[in-house]
């Protein structure tokens, strides 16, 4: 069951919230020129933040979570609907978020990558669109696996760098 406020109405003589660090502060009325209509101004701040939570609570449990109705097997004990998560709002939009933002990072890694020297452009296609091993790209370029990690690593930071800096 659910609290209607967070501070019952006949406990209001004072306002009692604890820090980050989990110390006690009571704030009593009369105190550093605190007056009772700062206490009841806190108290119903404290009221509105339990109400926006419960509206929020029965937008959930009621709108998004009706899409899904148990689990596994389950799930399709009353609606066969309910199982086809291609009409749940709340998935296609985090799908489309998610697509945008490959998109977005797959469009500035391509600006990036035109900033690469040749020999950078050949390392990352070797590593990352190959597949092949430090020590594959070694071998074949006549140098330590070290190297070829530190080169790797190089490349990394010129590559975030440019990123971010979205040439």
């Known amino acids: 069951m659910s609290r209607e406020y967070k501070t019952s109405k006949k406990k209001r003589t004072n306002y009692i919230y604890y820090t980050a660090e989990g110390t006690k502060i009571v ?53 066969k609907y309910l199982a086809d998560e291609s009409v749940n709002p709340e998935q296609i939009l985090l799908e489309e978020e998610n697509e945008d933002e490959h998109q977005e990072l797959l469009s500035k890694l391509a600006r990036a990558m035109e900033w690469l020297t040749l020999e950078e452009k050949e390392l990352f296609k070797k590593k990352y669109v190959d597949n092949r091993t430090n020590v594959d790209m070694a071998s074949e370029m006549g140098v330590s696996e070290t190297t070829i990690r530190k080169r790797l690593k190089k490349l990394q930071g010129k590559i975030r760098k440019l990123i971010s800096a979205d040439v």
């Open 27 to 79: 704030i009593v009325p009369g105190e550093d020129g605190v007056t009772e209509a700062d206490i009841e101004l806190l108290h119903s701040i404290d009221d509105c933040e339990v109400d926006e939570q419960r509206r929020y609570h029965y937008r959930v449990t009621t709108h998004l979570d009706a899409y899904h109705d148990g689990e596994n097997e389950a799930a399709n004990d009353r609606n």
